[in-house]
């Protein structure tokens, strides 16, 4: 039960902290800046890493979840629990930004600001990368070295800075389902719940190729 805890808490600093900051740029009229949003994503999911790594791996990201069992390395038994804890946490921090904030009307969700098509096909690909990372950098469901942290808060800092305006950078299908419902705001939604899972199993694909060879000469 700590595991699923530990995933409920972290996912609710990730939305916090995440969608937060968004709220906070847009009702200061950006003194936070897209830097400072895209710096303060990729700082909460570093610090969770390190402080919630240990406990549950902390994943904090269906798609992630998904994709571990997906690549044989997190017990099928636990996926469910994982994912409903996730949410939990996310919507229990949506729910309390939309105490906080009242007159946002987007709560930190995301949105295409191009066509639909254009933030499914790069949600795809923020996602691959963002999951290749991840799954060379950990095993199953421990985080392993001590720069796997940094690693992925920089992949996530990375890809929030560059494609955010175009997409919100989702990556997570319950970082953009929790504040779009929460807020009432579901258009387009089907981009985020679909294009990581499509994205972080697309890259557990790739990586099995690319250490099967390393396997067999070892065998």
Request: proline share 5%.
């Amino acid at each position: 039960m700590n595991k699923y805890i530990s995933e409920l808490i972290a996912t609710y600093a990730l939305i916090f902290f995440g969608s937060g900051a968004i709220i906070i740029n847009t009702t200061s009229g950006g003194l936070l800046t897209h830097l400072g949003v895209a710096i303060a994503f990729g700082v909460v999911v570093m610090a969770l890493i390190y402080g919630f790594g240990e406990t549950s791996g902390c994943h904090i990201n269906p798609a992630v979840t998904l994709a571990f069992w997906y690549a044989g390395t997190f017990p099928g038994k636990q996926v469910l629990p994982y994912i409903i804890f996730q949410a939990i946490g996310a919507f229990l921090a949506s729910l309390t930004l939309k105490i906080l904030f009242p007159d946002q009307e987007f709560l930190g969700g995301t949105l295409p600001a191009g066509t639909a098509m254009q933030s499914f096909v790069i949600e795809i690909i923020l996602t691959f990368f963002l999951m290749l990372v991840v799954i060379n950098v950990a095993t199953g469901s421990k985080e392993v070295g001590t720069l796997a942290g940094i690693a992925i808060g920089g992949i996530v800092l990375l890809e929030a800075l560059v494609f955010g305006p175009i997409t919100g950078a989702s990556m997570n299908p319950i970082r953009s389902l929790a504040p779009a419902i929460v807020s009432g705001k579901l258009q387009h939604i089907w981009v985020y719940l679909s294009a990581p899972i499509i994205g972080a199993l697309l890259a557990i694909m790739v990586y099995k190729i690319m250490v099967k060879p390393q396997q067999t000469s070892i065998d």
